[in-house]
């Protein structure tokens, strides 16, 4: 199984940034197919380098 924290990050950046709560982890997890959670972990990779949520 792949790790999927850094795709919750963005997730959860990119919730906050819209203003909405995120869900937790385990329901992350547990509630995404896996290739909305791969789509996630790719997005959070290619924005690392680029700072989209920084103050």
């Not at 919750?8 to 950046?13: F, G, H, I």
């Not at 819209?18 to 996630?40: A, K, R, V, W």
Request: with cysteine.
């Amino acid at each position: 199984m792949s790790d999927y924290r850094s795709g919750y990050e963005y997730y959860r950046k990119a919730c906050e940034e819209h203003g909405l709560e995120p869900i937790n982890f385990h329901y992350f997890i547990l509630n995404l197919s896996h290739e909305q959670l791969d789509t996630y972990n790719e997005r959070a990779q290619q924005k690392r380098g680029r700072n989209e949520f920084a103050s």
